[in-house]
């Protein structure tokens, strides 16, 4: 925290971030460096994205996101959004819904949805959460990924999709539901569901 007074020392702060274990550490390095001079810091973040390490890139898009210049958008590169360490990729995602600009967000929701279906849940939830953080404009191009023939897109696509018109749902809850929707159809569902309303309703009688 002393530190983040003191000119002069980006480029040590960078290196720790780049190998430091404990993530509250690692926060507390980015806090730091949001209190270097924007002017000094800024290039050299940008710098640690062409890193060879999985945590350096991480921890860059993550200072950019603190930092918040809507100059450095154009550094989160379509690779950065596709890394392929998840931890990278969805940081990326992350910071791009901070840092685009209204008239690329359209294009930002049409790449971010081409990873539908990636990775674990807490992977899936990081992609929900950034697509919904679009907003509306995202229910467009998630229309393709509805239709998906692969089970597990269309099972995250109607994830994402309750995810917006519910930001208070449980994701976990999301998805089962989404499969469940995959698997019988709207319709059947429905009926289902309506059937052991029935069933409910007919033992709380008795």
């Known amino acids: 925290m002393t530190v983040g007074s003191e000119p002069g020392l980006v480029e040590a702060l960078l290196a720790r971030c780049a190998v430091e274990p404990d993530f509250f550490v690692r926060d507390m390095l980015t806090w730091t460096l949001t209190r270097q001079p924007v002017e000094l810091t800024v290039p050299q973040v940008l710098a ?23 100059s450095t958008w154009t550094a989160i590169t379509v690779e950065l959004l596709h890394d392929p360490d ?24 049409a790449e971010l949805v081409k990873e539908l279906g990636r990775g674990d849940r ?12 679009l907003g509306e404009l995202i229910e467009p191009v998630l229309r393709p990924a509805l239709a998906s023939v692969d089970p597990k897109v269309r099972a995250h696509a109607r994830a994402t999709d309750l995810l917006l018109r519910n930001p208070d749902a449980a994701f976990a809850a999301d998805v089962d539901a989404a499969k469940r929707v995959d698997s019988l159809g709207p319709e059947k569902l429905a009926a289902a569901e309506a059937a052991k309303a029935a069933r409910n309703g007919a033992q709380t009688a008795c």
């Open 48 to 70: 640690e994205l062409q890193s060879e390490h999985v945590q350096a890139r991480s921890q860059a898009l993550h200072t950019l996101s603190k930092l918040g210049v809507p």
């Open 122 to 133: 807490m992977v899936q939830l990081s992609l929900s959460r950034a697509l919904v953080g």
């Open 86 to 109: 998840d931890e990278v990729a969805r940081t990326a995602w992350r910071a791009a819904v901070v840092l685009a600009p209204v008239d690329e967000r359209e294009a930002l929701a």
